[in-house]
């Protein structure tokens, strides 16, 4: 039997993931609380939308761990997700859209693998400066945030691909990369014969973000299936958004970010956002909390902005046969497949990277440097010099 999900396109389910055990170093796991306190729910809400903030998950800060040096604070970061996902889930089936702010990149696994509870295919638009295909076994860092394509695809750690059950979580072609600048050797040698579809920063600086986005919507079968929007702010070039702990020299503009995320979130099949990697210990006055809040708020407009008017034409048309009124005016309805005996099962156990800044990825950092290095000021960030 079906699950009927009707979606409620004013309807926004927020949710914290204050999290960075899968990073390098404590910071962005207080993103949640800053955002919040920046003004988040009141924008939204001024916008338009009907706000449940549904709270956050436990704090899983960063921590040492010398015992896991291939996947640092590795059962931390499984019971994030673990967390998370049954939170979503919920948000899903409710029709809204779950808006996870992170803490941690990871915290995509747990969206997806709750999408998937209720739909069949699911893509992934990953909006990062990095693309995340390092395993532990490839990984100089340990940083569990340098492996979320991986473990998304089914060759990551073992544990974290069993998170979902029938591995792949997302297949290859259904995930598109969009603003990756920094790709290690051994991620271009795997992406060299993957069939994954990538659209660089420097190919995105070329043609310009919104119509870079209008093709990679199509591609990624945006307006026939559900899809996750993963959008890290280091995906923005460091120039103009410093107060993040890799940030990228080599990254798309500012002005581009905000036209691919229109695009993105315009986009009917929408099924839920992550928006991760925003440190507040690296902005002092708050000045990008701001920044963005105000990128969220004027992508998601465009989901609720009336159509415009067509032109007025000099003759007038015969009026048309009038429509047979839909069920719940303005609301999309998916079917999704039923959840199956062992999903349910699960739920109710749940219940009870452009190269001159490759230096600056955290696969290309020590976890000594990460945590020792003082964060920097603002200003423009030196790609050869490991940067908080």
């Known amino acids: 039997m079906a699950v009927r999900i009707v979606r409620q396109p004013k309807k926004i389910v927020l949710l914290g993931a204050p999290s960075s055990a899968a990073a390098l170093r404590a910071g962005h796991e207080r993103a949640p609380a800053a955002l919040r306190a920046a003004g988040l729910v009141a924008r939204l809400e001024s916008a338009g939308f009907e706000v449940v903030d549904a709270g956050d998950i436990a704090t899983r800060a960063y921590q040492v761990d010398d015992e ?3 996947a640092r604070n590795f059962p931390e970061v499984l019971q994030v997700l673990h967390d998370l996902r049954p939170r979503v889930e919920v948000a899903i089936k409710s029709g809204a859209l779950p808006l996870v702010i992170g803490g941690d990149r990871i915290v995509v696994l747990a969206i997806l693998a709750a999408a998937r509870r ?3 295919n699911v893509s992934l638009v990953y909006m990062d400066s990095d693309a995340d295909l390092n395993t532990p076994a490839t990984s100089a860092s340990g940083s569990v945030d340098g492996m979320v ?3 998304i695809v089914g060759r990551g750690a073992a544990e974290m691909v069993r998170f979902w059950g029938e591995p792949p979580l997302v297949r290859e072609p259904d995930i598109l990369l969009f603003g990756a600048n920094r790709i290690d050797a051994s991620e271009e040698q795997y992406l060299a014969r993957s069939p994954m579809p990538r659209y660089l920063a420097a190919d995105i600086s070329k043609r310009g973000g919104a119509a870079a986005a209008e093709e990679a919507a199509q591609r990624a079968h945006a307006g026939q299936r559900e899809f996750i929007l993963h959008f890290d702010v280091d995906v923005i070039s460091a120039r103009e958004f410093p107060a993040t702990d890799y940030p990228a020299l080599g990254a ?7 036209q691919a995320l229109a695009v993105f979130a315009k986009q009917p099949q929408l099924a839920g956002i992550s928006v991760c990697a925003y440190n507040p210990d690296l902005d002092a006055d708050g000045t990008y909390a701001k920044l963005v809040i105000d990128l969220i ?3 998601l407009e465009k989901r609720i902005a009336p159509p415009a008017e067509p032109a007025a034409e000099s ?5 048309p046969a009038a429509a047979a009124e839909p069920a719940q005016s303005g609301e999309h309805v998916s079917e999704a497949p039923a959840v199956s005996a062992i999903d349910a099962a699960a739920e109710a156990s749940e219940s009870t990277t452009e190269t001159t800044a490759a230096a600056a990825s955290p696969d290309n950092v020590s976890e000594e440097a990460a945590r020792d290095t003082k964060p920097a000021a603002s200003g423009t960030a030196n790609p050869e010099t490991p940067i908080p």
């Open 252 to 258: 798309i503009s500012l002005a581009d970010a905000r």
């Open 118 to 120: 209720y739909f069949r």
């Open 149 to 151: 394509i991986s473990h």
């Open 297 to 299: 708020v004027e992508a």
């Open 315 to 319: 003759v007038a048309a015969p009026e």
């Open 68 to 70: 896991h040096p291939r």
